[in-house]
């Protein structure tokens, strides 16, 4: 599948900003069922310092904002070769031993709640597979969790969310890999791009989970959907929780407030004969 993407995220800032810094994981790259055909990013109020591989191997870019600096534009524009792959990457890379993947951190510990969300998806399982298992607490997880944005953010931990019973994708992922590092399971967050079925225009990027199963090695989730990723993903950053892949993280210095805005489009693009 050819997808084409175009991401632009605008930050005002009023009173102008004394200085800030921006931490950018904004480049997808090429890994398994994913071939990159073009990207490009352009900044506009701000400077491109340097770039570098993290230890998860996302592409990390870092930008400077100049003092007096009223608005920063990112505009992401690229061309994705995707195939489906039913959701299988393949063997554990990295600079992060596979151990660091069943740590928790402060997004992912688990509660009481996360706690006895996991135990009942191991009964359930009731010596099943280990994928059968994580396809199971998947399902537990979305039905513990409804789609409702605007009641948590971007500190919002696993539990809070769980035992609110509303979230978003990213936190129906931190429940997951929170509760699947609970039984064992290496699990990590993932940050990127759907295409939707129904509509080209979108208000955020995306989120889901990959589980390091034996035999299989590193396996997506999306909890939300309640699918492996397809075709139609275009996978960005990986992390051990939304802090290590998150598309932007920023510190800005002086009194000043910062309002963002976000534009995503993506599309499938008709393959010339």
């Known amino acids: ?28 790259k090429e890994t398994h069922g994913q071939t990159i055909r073009s990207w490009s990013m352009e900044i506009a109020g701000g400077k491109a310092e340097c770039a570098y591989d993290d230890h998860n191997f ?62 009942a998806a191991a009964r359930d399982n009731d010596g099943g597979d280990a994928l059968a298992l994580l396809h199971g607490l998947s399902r537990a997880v979305v039905e513990a969790v409804d789609y409702a944005p605007g009641h948590t953010d971007v500190a919002t931990t696993g539990e809070a969310a769980l035992a609110a019973g509303k979230g978003v994708c990213q936190d129906h ?3 997951f890999i929170g509760c699947a590092r609970a039984l064992g399971v290496p699990a990590r967050y993932v940050s990127g791009y759907l295409m939707m079925n129904d509509r080209v225009e979108q208000e955020a990027g995306h989120a889901w989970a990959e589980a390091h199963v034996d035999g299989l090695g590193w396996v997506g989730f999306d909890i939300a959907n309640g699918i492996c990723p ?44």
């Open 1 to 28: 599948m050819h997808l084409l993407v175009r991401h632009v995220t605008r930050y005002r800032f009023d009173p102008p900003i004394e200085h800030g810094l921006q931490r950018l994981r904004l480049h997808p």
């Open 58 to 119: 996302n592409q990390v870019s870092l930008i400077s904002i100049p003092p007096g600096t009223e608005e920063l534009t990112i505009t992401c524009t690229g061309e994705v070769e995707t195939s489906d792959r039913v959701g299988l990457l393949g063997k554990h890379g990295g600079r992060l031993p596979l151990w660091a993947f069943r740590a928790q951190s402060p997004l992912t510990k688990p509660g009481p709640k996360m706690k006895e969300l996991a135990a």
């Open 173 to 175: 992922v931190h429940v």
């Open 230 to 273: 397809d075709a139609r993903y275009v996978r960005v950053a990986s992390g051990r929780d939304y802090a290590e892949a998150a598309p932007v993280i920023g510190i800005n210095l002086g009194e000043t407030e910062s309002t963002l805005t976000v534009s995503l489009a993506v599309e499938q693009q008709a393959v010339q004969q």
